[in-house]
T-cell receptor
Framework: GQQVMQIPQYQHVQEGEDFTTYCNSS?????IQWYKQRPGGHPVFLIQ?????EVKKQKRLTFQFGEAKKNSSLHITATQTTDVGTYFC???????????FGKGTLLTVNP | KAGVTQTPRYLIKTRGQQVTLSCSPI?????VSWYQQTPGQGLQFLFE?????QRNKGNFPGRFSGRQFSNSRSEMNVSTLELGDSALYLC??????WGRGLTEAFFGQGTRLTVV
């Protein structure tokens, strides 16, 4: 089945610095979704990408889907303490009726 | 509209016991999936149900089972609990599930299971 590797596992930044997490697959992905889980919370959907080379923005967050549809990234500009949490990528495809999650990147922000 | 509701929120069980967790999806959602979340393994897929049918199952032992009712509510059961079953169990609902179609997953707050 499809698997996604996510790096880095942890990232600590000073407030105001940028942050990027990467999601990589050895196979072509039909789609990719991103979720955020705050400490003690549950995953919350952020966005989904479908098209090769797609770029979507949500305020300070920029999501990209690679041209070969084998990788994706989430970039946060000028981090804030409210950005703290674990960011997961997830993919689905074919008829396997499941979302496969990356291990996530835990972001901590020093105020 | 109401979100995904999982009960109970916290549970402490003894090794060897069994446990049943409940999930009520968002109204109108027919797909319910279950995930186990642990610090070391992340989010691992348990199973997915759609219209009372299990469409996919993850790599978990047979002690883990589930079912879905006609109103889309779902339960998962773990028998003969082991210490390693301690985890956050998350339920996610979506309109039609995932496959070739795309749909957002809405997660419940989870049930924190501790096995002692």
């Amino acid at each position: 089945g499809q698997q996604v590797m996510q790096i880095p596992q942890y990232q600590h930044v000073q407030e105001g610095e940028d942050f990027t997490t990467y999601c990589n697959s050895s196979t072509t992905l039909s789609n990719i979704q991103w979720y955020k889980q705050r400490p003690g919370g549950h995953p919350v959907f952020l966005i989904q990408l479908v098209k090769s080379g797609e770029v979507k923005k949500q305020k300070r967050l920029t999501f990209q889907f690679g041209e070969a549809k084998k990788n994706s990234s989430l970039h946060i500009t000028a981090t804030q303490t409210t950005d703290v949490g674990t960011y997961f990528c997830a993919c689905s495809g074919g008829s396997n009726y499941k979302l496969t999650f990356g291990k996530g990147t835990l972001l901590t922000v020093n105020p | 509209k109401a979100g995904v509701t999982q009960t109970p929120r916290y549970l402490i069980k003894t090794r060897g016991q069994q446990v049943t967790l409940s999930c009520s999806p968002i109204s109108g959602h027919r797909s319910v999936s279950w995930y186990q979340q642990t610090p070391g393994q992340g989010l691992q897929f348990l199973f997915e149900y759609f219209s009372e049918t299990q469409r996919n199952k993850g790599n978990f032992p047979g002690r883990f089972s589930g079912r879905q009712f006609s109103n889309s509510r779902s339960e998962m059961n773990v028998s003969t609990l082991e210490l390693g079953d301690s985890a956050l169990y998350l339920c996610a609902s979506s309109l039609v599930g995932w496959g070739r179609g795309l749909t957002e997953a809405f997660f419940g707050q989870g049930t924190r299971l501790t096995v002692v």
